[in-house]
Antibody, heavy 120, light 110 residues
Framework: EVHLVESGGGLVKPGGSLRLSCAASGLIFSNTWMSWVRQAPGKGLEWVGRIETKARGGKTDYAAPLEGRFSISRDDSNNTLYLQLNSLKAEDTAVYYC???????????WGRGALVTVSS | IVMTQSPLSLPVTLGQPASISCRSSQSLVYSDGDTHLSWFQQRPGQSPRRLIYKVFNRDSGVPDRFSGSGSGTDFTLKISRVEAEDVGVYYCMQGTHWYTFGQGTKLELK
């Protein structure tokens, strides 16, 4: 069975940084495109960014408003996806999900999410 | 691209049909000829789950009472007979020009 498990969430002050991890199991991670999606409290879903496979150069793309502050990377040897969050703002408070579900050629898998709270 | 769903709230009686509309501000036909429109369900307290991809393709394990249709800029998710487990929020998402979700439609039981 395929599992994605996020970790690294928590409380951070405005302007601070945080790195989220997403541990994958049950899939050939190195062959899998991955994405991050976030959901502010009581709000809808928002795409954060994606990373292609290393075979495609590990190309990353981000939602325009977030580019420059957020960075996605992957460690295929440890089946782990990362999301580096920098210069955090109160409006970045959200549950951050890692998922394969945005890519129709992959089975749909979502983690349970990691809560990031930005507050002084 | 802006995705606009309607209605935003959908009270439905058990066993009755339900329909959600999703409109995009631009055509979702990609250069490869495919239309990258998906539907997701988020039950209360759970992570989202993809139901439909490329307009009408059901994901594995999705009941056949769920169906997707549409083309260009207008799309619809239909539930033929609503069951209690269908309560939650439904999102359309376009994947043709990066990724954008609709605002969500909250389906609840009358």
């Amino acid at each position: 069975e395929v599992h994605l498990v996020e970790s690294g969430g928590g409380l951070v002050k405005p302007g601070g940084s945080l790195r989220l991890s997403c541990a994958a199991s049950g899939l050939i991670f190195s062959n899998t495109w991955m994405s991050w999606v976030r959901q502010a409290p009581g709000k809808g879903l928002e795409w954060v960014g994606r990373i292609e496979t290393k075979a495609r150069g590990g190309k990353t793309d981000y939602a325009a408003p977030l580019e420059g502050r957020f960075s996605i990377s992957r460690d295929d040897s440890n089946n782990t996806l990362y999301l580096q969050l920098n210069s955090l703002k109160a409006e970045d408070t959200a549950v951050y999900y890692c998922t394969t579900g945005l890519f129709h050629w992959h089975p749909d898998v979502w983690g349970r999410g990691a809560l990031v709270t930005v507050s002084s | 691209i802006v995705m606009t769903q309607s209605p935003l709230s959908l009270p439905v009686t058990l066993g009755q049909p339900a329909s959600i509309s999703c409109r995009s501000s631009q055509s979702l036909v990609y250069s490869d000829g495919d239309t990258h429109l998906s539907w997701f369900q988020q039950r209360p307290g759970q992570s989202p789950r993809r139901l439909i991809y490329k307009v009408f393709n059901r994901d594995s394990g999705v009941p056949d009472r769920f169906s997707g249709s549409g083309s260009g800029t207008d799309f619809t998710l239909k539930i033929s007979r609503v069951e209690a487990e269908d309560v939650g929020v439904y999102y359309c998402m376009q994947g043709t020009h990066w990724y954008t979700f609709g605002q969500g439609t909250k389906l609840e039981l009358k």
